[in-house]
Structures are given as structure tokens and as C-alpha cells.
């Protein structure tokens, strides 16, 4: 049903969607549902891979892909973005401001608010009391435009660290959290300069990458090479100290959907679009302080 | 993936029918994503939380023992609706005994010890819970996951110095993935944080030493505990080493000799405990283990006074007495065989800051703990045994017992690693 309803949907069930005459169609074979356990594959009508003795076979031969050079070189950020790009200023004479303070999964129509101090003009992380600095790069449009707001229970503790990620469901700007404006810099450029991928940034260094080179998503690289890059990202992250306990916040790769109902969304600045923070689901936008 | 971003210019890239047919898959995908998000993703409610995934915590505790809670939903396991319900609000009933059972079993709790290698410990069930006592309605809504909490003890105290402690998820129920697995432990403030699938093996975690702490220089108390860690390697359970120790010290006769050999062997395994530890030698463990279990059975043969002949197995340069002889590069050899081992020993303590530190502390502990076992072999072989039993029937003993221990260890190493 999730692809014949979603091919109807676009007209080309003609084409796509459906087992049946007519239809291209790569076909997986299961031995047990609840596991999906993969029996066979066919691709393109023929056998590709079946699993013999509790091992993958693969019968057809595997082709080499060569990735273009355009699928490797997506991040588009325009220059590097600076320690000035994630300040957040106060309005002029205010001691305290109302910020919002969103969260990773907080699927409410509302979002949390709270009372931050100001001082010397602006408003800093304050880690030690469960807030941190959000920030999204736009990679697309060459402009290094940047969007950013205050996060509650997420976040390092560990001074002048951020975490970086290209990984940012669905629309896979560079997300970057933090309590110091240079870290989140520093974490930013480096997942740029990779072509995409993770970065930490541990007391003004970078302590852990993970290259994820095409289309900032995705590698070609062997698959022990990038767990050993992961691995050693959340060993990193388990040697510092993030509010709430626990390690590499690994949620927040998913705490950007923009698909209903997450409504209020960090939005990186784009010609003609709703920026900063935004109700996805209305359009409408909502100041990151007051 | 590709296909999601046509803001970004990557279908444009394409040309011709080809381009067509990359923007109608595009379309599918996109669709398809979007639909599944707006089904699965339905705020339960405004608190934030990753959807139905298994939370687990493993806490090493100062008693020696784990403690494990597990927050999982059973919604599908424990299908239908009302049957989750049931179970929910009568968890204390004993008919539910099979049931934590039979979670706690698919739950694989194991501690790596060098040389015994990986020992299953088994996980007692202790209370189940409803913390957020859902009512009914929450069970058949679709989009609302109640949990139920679950507390295991570790049977035994497995929690010690040379002990690491892994986790395993498997298939013998179902989990809801992502597994996030957080361990922790009274003794230290080092923690590891996972995600893991079924079946997939946790890092290990050592419950008892740290490695790095937290934020913290290394200091004397973590040297302490890698030194106590090195020792307790070998003494008491490092027994194919101490085996070989055996067979050294009682092949060798002259004092001088065996000073020199068991110098020669330290710094053999010093050298590829380094090597290894930088990862400037890898290799399988089951290779390894084989390996020292091979330079076990080697010495026993010489014990019984056989001859290979090889390059290593010239009687030339032989530093022992009558039939029973080895020479220095064949030490040297198993010296650096023996520090492979303790390596994987090492590394499995997933020690990534400090380093040298930790591991010359490490080879201390392993060096004191072999030269205190030699002293008293040498003594108890040479000045007790040997007067009464006779050097014949002792290297006959010790030569079989070398001979046998080894084989009955490949034979079950082999299984393990085949099953």
C-alpha cells in the first residue's frame, strides 16, 4: 500500500507501485516478517541475492559505482562561518529577555519559554542550567546564512564544545548545537570543509569526525572504516559531559523533521520562505527572544 | 537520499527520460517518507521522547553486582491491546514469571575476562513496573506506546578489575529498536552511551576501573586499578599463561637461565603489548588464542622430549637440561605471542586517552604477578617436587598436563567460535 497509494498519488502507478504486469518493480523476498529476514532479491527480473546457509550470496555482479563529482560536493555554505554568526543579541537596555527554548521531540502546538540573563548586550548558553545554543547553516544557497535560538535539556556541559551534523531530517542543512560561539563555528566548518558528515568540538578542538561525503548524507567508504569514525564519535562524546546525562545526542539528528506534526522548527534563512523559528504546519514565526 | 533534495539541485543534474524517471522515484520517495511520518509520528504527547525505543540502563554497582532496568513497550509482542492491558495492570502476579524470564534470557549480559574469555552472566529477574500507569484507552491508541519497567540483577558479582561487561539485544524477543543503552557504574564517573539494534554487541564497559574519567588527568588511582587490572591478568586468571610460566620454569633449571629467559620473554611481550595496543598489529583474537595455546602445547612436547625439527627447534644455543631444551629466539617468539593476548586483553578496555600511561601501568601489574608466579613454580617444582618425584615422571606430568589442557581449550574455542 505505501507504494502503489503513493504512486497513484503521483500518477505513475502506471509505471511503479504494484506487483503486477507491466510494473517495474525490484523485488525482496522474505523468509520471516517479524525479523525481515531476506531470502532472495531480484533486480531488474533477476536473481541478484539469496541467502544460503544463513549467509548472503550475492549472484549477479555487484557493480562498481563511481559517485560524480557533484553527488561529493553539496555543502555549499559560501564561506566560513564565524563566532559572530551565532551571537544572539538582546534587545537594547533589556537585563533579562524571554527566549523560546524548544527540545528535542517537543511535538506540542506551543513551545516552552523562559527567562535568560543578559549580559553585555547579549545571551549566552548557560549549560549549567540545562541550556544550550541551536544553530542551523544553510548549505545551500552559498550565503552562510545562519538561524539560532536557545534549546533546553540538550546540549554539552564540557566548556567550549559543540556538536555538528549534515545529517538533518529532511532537509539536511548543518545543525549545530553548543554552549560557545567559536565551538559552534569550528564544529560547522568542519562538517563543511568535509563535504558533510559529523564533527565534535571538545574545549575549543575538534576530537572526532564522521565523513559522510556524498551529498552529506552518505559514504562509499567501507563500512569498518565509518564504524570505526562512529564509534570513536560516541567514545568521544561519552568522555565529556552533556546535560541530562548520557552521551552523543543522537536524537537530535532526527528533531528537525519538518513533516506534520512537528510544528515548531528551527528554519536556516532562505530567499522568499519563513526563517528562523516557524510553525511549519502555518508559516507562522515567532521571535527566538523578546 | 539523493532524491529528497530537489532544492538542492541534484535532479537538475540529470537529463532526458533518465531525469524523468530519477524525479518520479524522487516523487515516490518523498511521498512515501512523508506518509510514513505523518503515520508513525502522531505526538503520544508534548514530552519529548523517541517514539517506542527500549531504554536500558546497566548500572555496575559497589557490591560487585549489575543492575539492569529496562523501559520497553510490548504493544506488539503482547498484542492484542487488551492483553497488554491485562498484563500492565497485574504485573505483580507470579503467571507472569515466564514472561521477564524469558526478556531477561534474550537479554545477553556478558563479562570478557583474558584467557577465560567471555563468560555469560546470568540476569535474575527482581520487580517489573508501570511507571506512567497509562489508562486503558492508551493501549489501543495507536500512536501512544506504554511501557513497562523492568529490573534484572546480575547473578553473581561480576563486577571486578580485570572484568569488562558487554550487552546484547538478541532476537529471543522483540525489542523495539533503537536499543539506547546507557552503562554506568557506582565506582567510577566514565560511562558508555549506544544505540544499538538486536543482536548487535554493546562496546565494552569496564564496571569496576575507569579508563579516562571524565574531564579529569589521569591519576594515580586509575594507574592503581590498571596495575591491580595487569596483575589480576595473569594471577589468577590468565591459566594459559600461567601454564607456559609453569612449563618454563621447570624446563629450565639453571637460576641464571631462567632469569634471563623470563627477561627475554617480558620484553617480547612488552614489545607486541605495545604494538598491538597502537594498532600497529592486528590481528583475529581466535588466531592468538590459538597461538599461545600452540607455544603451551609446544613446551609440553619438549617436556616429553620431542624434537620438532625447525628453525626454532635446533638444539643449538639450548639453555636447558638433557632432552627438555629450548633456545632464547624461541622465548623471544613466545613472548611476543603471549603480549598479543594480553593486548586484546587491553584493548578491550576501549581505553582511548592516556594511553602509555594505562598501559605501562597495565604491563607492571602483568610483569609483577608473572615474576612472583615464576619464584614460587621454580621453588615448589625444583626444590619440592622434583627431589621426590623425580625429574622423569615430572616432566612426563607436566609435559601431559601442557599437552591435554591446551588441546580440551582449542577443542571448545573452536566450537564456540563456530557456533
Same mark, same amino acid.
Given at each position: ?27 525482496? @523476498? ?6 525481515? #529476514? ?8 533477476? &536473481? ?9 550470496? =550475492? ?46 521531540? =517537543? ?11 543578559? +549580559? ?14 541551536? !544553530? ?26 559543540? &556538536? ?13 548545537? *553548543? ?16 563535504? /558533510? ?6 574545549? *575549543?578542538?575538534?576530537?572526532? +569526525?564522521?565523513?559522510?561525503? %556524498? ?68 508559516? #507562522? ?6 | ?37 505523518? /503515520? ?43 492483553? =497488554? ?79 569488562? @561487561? ?23 564517573? +566514565? ?15 569496564? /564496571?569496576?576501573?575507569? *579508563? ?73 583474537? @581466535? ?15 619438549? @617436556? ?60 607492571? /601489574? ?14 615448589? %617444582?625444583?626444590? %619440592? ?5 623425580? !625429574? ?12 591435554? %589442557? ?14
Amino acid at each position: 500500500m505505501a507504494s502503489y497509494n503513493t504512486a497513484r498519488h503521483f500518477n505513475i502507478d502506471h509505471l511503479v507501485g504494484a506487483i503486477a504486469p507491466g510494473r517495474y518493480a525490484d523485488v525482496v @523476498l522474505l523468509s520471516d516478517v517479524d525479523t525481515v #529476514e531476506i531470502d532472495r532479491v531480484y533486480a531488474n527480473g533477476r &536473481l541478484a541475492a539469496q541467502t544460503l546457509d544463513g549467509d548472503y550470496g =550475492y549472484t549477479l555482479p555487484i557493480p562498481q559505482i563511481e559517485y560524480p563529482a557533484w553527488s561529493k560536493n553539496t555543502m555549499n555554505v559560501g564561506k566560513a562561518v564565524q563566532a559572530e554568526d551565532f551571537v544572539i543579541k538582546a534587545p537594547a537596555g533589556a537585563a533579562t529577555v524571554t527566549a523560546a527554548l524548544m527540545e528535542p521531540f =517537543y511535538f506540542a502546538s506551543t513551545f516552552p519559554t523562559g527567562e535568560l540573563p543578559v +549580559t553585555d548586550g547579549l545571551i549566552h548558553a548557560d549549560p549549567a542550567n540545562g541550556i544550550s545554543k541551536v !544553530a542551523v547553516v544553510d548549505r545551500y544557497a552559498g550565503t552562510g546564512a545562519v538561524a539560532k535560538m536557545f534549546w533546553k535539556n540538550v546540549g554539552p556541559i564540557t566548556p567550549r564544545s559543540a &556538536l555538528a551534523s549534515s545529517q538533518m531530517h529532511d532537509i539536511h542543512n548543518i545543525w549545530v548545537l *553548543g554552549n560557545d560561539d567559536e565551538a559552534m563555528a569550528l564544529a560547522a566548518n568542519t562538517v563543511a570543509d568535509m563535504q /558533510g558528515g559529523w564533527a565534535l568540538v571538545r574545549d *575549543g578542538e575538534v576530537v572526532a +569526525t564522521v565523513a559522510l561525503d %556524498l551529498a552529506g548524507l552518505m559514504t562509499a567508504r567501507p563500512v569498518a572504516e565509518v564504524a570505526a569514525e562512529v564509534e570513536a564519535l560516541n567514545a568521544a562524546a561519552d568522555r565529556m559531559q552533556w546535560i541530562g546525562g548520557g552521551g552523543l545526542p543522537e536524537r537530535m539528528r532526527f528533531a528537525f523533521l519538518t513533516a506534520s506534526p512537528w510544528q515548531w522548527q528551527l528554519v536556516a534563512p532562505y530567499a522568499g520562505n519563513p526563517i528562523g523559528f516557524v510553525n511549519v504546519t502555518t508559516g #507562522e514565526t515567532h521571535p527566538v527572544i523578546w | 537520499m539523493l532524491a529528497l533534495h530537489p532544492i538542492a539541485g541534484f535532479t537538475a543534474q540529470t537529463d532526458g527520460r533518465g531525469g524523468v524517471r530519477v524525479r518520479a522515484l524522487s516523487a515516490v520517495l518523498v511521498a512515501t517518507l512523508a506518509l510514513a511520518f505523518i /503515520g508513525i509520528a502522531q505526538p503520544p504527547s508534548a514530552h519529548a521522547h523517541l517514539l517506542n525505543m527500549t531504554e536500558v540502563d546497566l548500572l555496575a554497582q559497589r557490591d560487585g553486582s549489575v543492575q539492569l532496568t529496562m523501559n520497553v513497550d510490548l504493544s506488539r509482542s503482547m498484542a492484542p491491546p487488551q492483553a =497488554y492491558y491485562a498484563l500492565a495492570s497485574s504485573l505483580e502476579r507470579p503467571e507472569h514469571q515466564a514472561l521477564w524470564q524469558r526478556i531477561g534470557d534474550a537479554v545477553v549480559l556478558q563479562n570478557t575476562v583474558l584467557s577465560v574469555g567471555q563468560q555469560r552472566i546470568p540476569l535474575v529477574f527482581v520487580k517489573a513496573e508501570n511507571p506512567d500507569n497509562n489508562p486503558q484507552r492508551d493501549f489501543s491508541d495507536p500512536l501512544i506506546w506504554p511501557k513497562v519497567a523492568l529490573t534484572y540483577r546480575s547473578q553473581g558479582q561480576p563486577v571486578a578489575a580485570d572484568h569488562a @561487561l558487554g550487552i546484547t539485544f538478541t532476537s529471543g524477543f522483540f525489542f523495539e529498536e533503537p536499543i539506547s543503552v546507557a552503562m554506568a557504574s557506582e565506582l567510577h564517573p +566514565t560511562r558508555v552511551n549506544r544505540w544499538l539494534v538486536t543482536d548487535q554487541k554493546s562496546p565494552l564497559f569496564m /564496571g569496576a576501573a575507569a *579508563g579516562a574519567p571524565v574531564d579529569q588527568p589521569l591519576n594515580a588511582q586509575d594507574l592503581a586499578a590498571m596495575l591491580a587490572s595487569g596483575f589480576a591478568h595473569v594471577l589468577p586468571v590468565g591459566v594459559d599463561h600461567l601454564l607456559f610460566l609453569l612449563g618454563l620454569s621447570l624446563l629450565i633449571v639453571s637460576v641464571k637461565k631462567l632469569v634471563a629467559a623470563v627477561t627475554l620473554f617480558t620484553l617480547a611481550h612488552c614489545v607486541s603489548l605495545l604494538a598491538a595496543s597502537f594498532k600497529l598489529i592486528e590481528l583475529p583474537p @581466535l588466531l592468538i588464542e590459538l597461538a599461545i595455546l600452540g607455544t603451551i602445547v609446544w613446551l609440553g612436547l619438549r @617436556l616429553l622430549g620431542w624434537r620438532l625439527s625447525s628453525l626454532w627447534l635446533r638444539r643449538a644455543n639450548s639453555i636447558g637440561q638433557g632432552p627438555a631444551s629450548l633456545n632464547y629466539s624461541a622465548v623471544f617468539l613466545f613472548g611476543l605471542i603471549h603480549g598479543l593476548g594480553f593486548s586484546n586483553a587491553f584493548l578491550a578496555f576501549a581505553i582511548t586517552e592516556n594511553i602509555l600511561g594505562q598501559l605501562v601501568a597495565f604491563n607492571v /601489574g602483568v610483569e609483577l604477578a608473572q615474576i612472583l608466579f615464576i619464584v614460587a613454580s621454580s621453588l615448589l %617444582l625444583h626444590r %619440592l617436587l622434583l627431589p621426590r618425584v623425580g !625429574a622423569a615422571r615430572l616432566h612426563g606430568l607436566v609435559g601431559w598436563l601442557l599437552l591435554l %589442557l591446551p588441546s580440551i581449550w582449542v577443542t571448545l574455542l573452536l566450537m564456540r567460535s563456530l557456533a
